[in-house]
């Protein structure tokens, strides 16, 4: 039996199936083979080899979808999409366990204070990654989350907008850069609150992060998403 880790690695390893691998992460919706071969420019079914490849290494999941608008007699057959699959660990050689300093920097913190001094850290770390990916400021929370979604795509954590309004937004994602330190350290969640929280501060009004607020649910469950409900305090 192939080793899980060894077929996550041998597939990340792959040039050809780490560029249609990006490309799945990096689109707000399920892909098909016609999509990928169209994008990569590919014959379909080297498309859907490379698919199916990723699959069986458990770095995408399946799921069969009409696109043609129209359900029973006649309305042909369902088309295979595929999509990120939820992302609970980071792909090492070797294990650098980078969550277990983690848990040991997350414990060296006053109990008393330490939830607020995750979430400022992780505020911080989100100035990081929205200078990577090139957030701007908008200064609409739709348009903010939407941006939001983009940018982390761009980076290769796929995420979307489920629904947004002036004051609220959920957003899901298979892949949050960091589910899998939210899997691994207890405490981790303030951090991963706080990213959020400072990702759409820096999309909404340019950085800063009062009158924002973020919940996190989900992330600890394998098979689910991890759902990111953002409020705006008046």
Do not use: N
């Not at 999509?83 to 277990?100: C, G, N, Q, W």
């Not at 950085?207 to 924002?212: A, K, N, R, T």
């Amino acid at each position: 039996m192939t080793d899980p880790a060894s077929a996550l690695l041998d597939a990340v390893g792959d040039p050809a199936l780490r560029e249609v691998l990006l490309l799945v992460r990096a689109e707000a919706s399920p892909q098909s083979a016609d999509d990928v071969a169209a994008a990569l420019s590919v014959h379909r079914t080297v498309a859907r080899s490379r698919l199916e490849r990723l699959l069986r290494a458990g770095l995408l999941v399946a799921a069969y979808e009409r696109r043609t608008g129209r359900s029973g007699p006649g309305a042909g057959r369902p088309t295979k999409v595929y999509e990120p699959a939820p992302e609970l660990s980071a792909i090492e050689f070797p294990r650098r366990h980078y969550d277990a300093l983690v848990a040991a920097l997350i414990d060296d913190i006053d109990p008393a204070g330490r939830e607020e001094a995750l979430g400022r850290v992780g505020t911080a770390f989100a100035q990081t990654v929205a200078e990577r990916s090139g957030v701007r400021g908008t200064g609409a929370l739709p348009a903010a989350a939407e941006a939001v979604c983009e940018a982390l795509r761009a980076l290769g954590f796929q995420a979307t907008v489920e629904r947004a309004d002036g004051s609220q937004a959920v957003i899901r994602t298979q892949t949050c850069p960091l589910r899998p330190l939210v899997q691994a350290t207890d405490g981790a969640t303030a951090v991963d609150r706080g990213l959020w929280r400072g990702l759409v501060a820096r999309a909404l009004r340019g950085g800063d992060p009062s009158g924002v607020s973020c919940e996190t649910h989900g992330c600890l469950e394998p098979g689910s998403p991890c759902e990111v409900r953002i409020q705006l305090e008046a």
